[in-house]
């Protein structure tokens, strides 16, 4: 089934999120070290950029590296932070001939200097694209930023910049690390694993989950698609009955 011919345009998911998970499981699978696994990560990166582009997904955010991550072997997170250096030095001019937009979410400051630098570059250099945002979650945890929010939250209600009464949902969307982006519609995990992993807790309410067997360096565009065509498929209740959205 051509999947990509089957997605209605106007039914797109205005914001995907993705946990890339299986880079390890893959290179193991190979025979090879696990840095393997995440140098072809980085290539599938580049093929679902290109579809949601292609198709038209106005936002797309990728679970590059988690606050736990930081806990794995020196030469893994060594080797990630290089691969995360290599490969914005070498996308920025995709990023820029198509029109998007990189951002990160996280805990940038506690990146390696060589990678926040060249994060800020390519930040700043394409911060004037709209075709699409792609948001790398980088030493990024759900349970950070929400502590995060809190903290900001809690030094304005002291020093009488807002009221605890004001206090709303919009507020805090607005101390989110996330805060100019809509909520996620559509969340994938690939590799099997049907876990959110401190991932986007808050922005996740409402999104419809799917969960695909494939580890992160097969995936590829076609498979994107699939997760597409399945969401448009669903029927999103927010709490309403089908009778009353029909
Ligand atoms: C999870 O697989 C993947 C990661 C922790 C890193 C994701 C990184 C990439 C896809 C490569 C580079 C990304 C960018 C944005 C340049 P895992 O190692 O947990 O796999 P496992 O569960 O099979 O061990």
């Not at 995060?148 to 949902?169: F, L, N």
């Amino acid at each position: 089934m051509n999947f990509k011919e089957q997605i209605d345009p106007v039914k797109l998911p205005q914001h995907i999120a993705i946990i890339m998970d299986g880079n390890g499981r893959w290179a193991k699978k190979q025979g090879l070290m696990r840095i393997r696994g995440h140098e072809k990560g980085a290539k599938a990166v580049r093929d679902v950029v290109e579809g949601s582009a292609e198709i038209g997904v106005p936002n797309l955010t990728l679970y590059a590296f988690s606050t736990e991550n930081w806990n794995r072997p020196k030469v893994e997170v060594d080797t990630l932070m290089k691969l995360l250096v290599s490969s914005l030095k070498k996308e920025i001019t995709t990023l820029q001939e198509n029109d998007i937009k990189l951002k990160a979410i996280g805990c940038i400051e506690t990146l390696p200097k060589k990678a926040r630098r060249e994060l800020e570059e390519v930040i700043k250099k394409t911060s004037g694209n709209s075709r699409m945002t792609l948001t790398l979650a980088l030493s990024y945890g759900s349970r950070e930023e929400l502590t995060h929010v809190v903290k900001e939250i809690a030094e304005k209600v002291a020093s009488g910049e807002i009221s605890a009464k004001a206090i709303d949902e919009s507020v805090i969307n607005k101390h989110l690390y996330t805060q100019n982006l809509p909520d996620v519609d559509l969340m994938i995990r690939t590799s099997g694993e049907q876990r959110i992993s401190n991932f986007l807790l808050w922005q996740l309410a409402y999104a419809e989950l799917y969960f695909s067997e494939i580890l992160w360096p097969d995936y590829r565009k076609e498979d994107l698609f699939e997760a597409i065509y399945n969401y448009q498929n669903r029927e999103r209740r927010f709490g309403k009955t089908s009778e009353q959205l029909s």
